[in-house]
């Protein structure tokens, strides 16, 4: 009897990511691979994007693993703080500070302040020095 896959949940940041996006070529790679579709990409507000989120990881059969990307690190941090839902664990990848960025694009601004916790399932943060989104600091 084989065990199922841990169910993946794509979560793509500010603008959605194009087919050849690191995000897109993995789902591709693996049909299994969800991605999170938000409504409407350009203009996201937290509660919107939340909700999409706490839905598709009610849907899945097991905790997912959750692969976020820039402002959508920023989502799972919010989302973690007020969900029962439990994960496998997140990657959060080039994590959008989206303290910082609403200061120059209204769009995000209902992600700010992000909850600076430590999140309640085991996460691997990848950053790197010269994200102009986020200092190293910042996303540590």
Do not use: K
């Not at 989502?75 to 910082?100: E, F, I, K, N, S």
């Amino acid at each position: 009897m084989s065990v199922p896959p841990t169910p993946v949940l794509v979560l793509p940041g500010y603008g959605d990511s194009g087919p050849g996006h690191w995000q897109s070529r993995w789902q591709a790679a693996d049909p299994t691979h969800r991605r999170v579709v938000q409504r409407d990409w350009l203009n996201p507000t937290l509660d919107e994007w939340r909700e999409t989120l706490e839905h598709a990881v009610a849907g899945c059969d097991r905790p997912p693993v959750l692969v976020a990307h820039s402002l959508a690190c920023a989502l799972v941090a919010h989302w973690a703080r007020g969900t029962r839902r439990r994960v496998a664990g997140a990657l959060l990848v080039a994590p959008a500070d989206a303290d910082m960025v609403a200061l120059a694009l209204d769009a995000v601004a209902s992600f700010a302040p992000v909850p600076l916790e430590r999140l309640p399932f085991p996460s691997i943060v990848v950053a790197s020095s010269d994200d102009p989104y986020v200092s190293l600091e910042r996303a540590e």
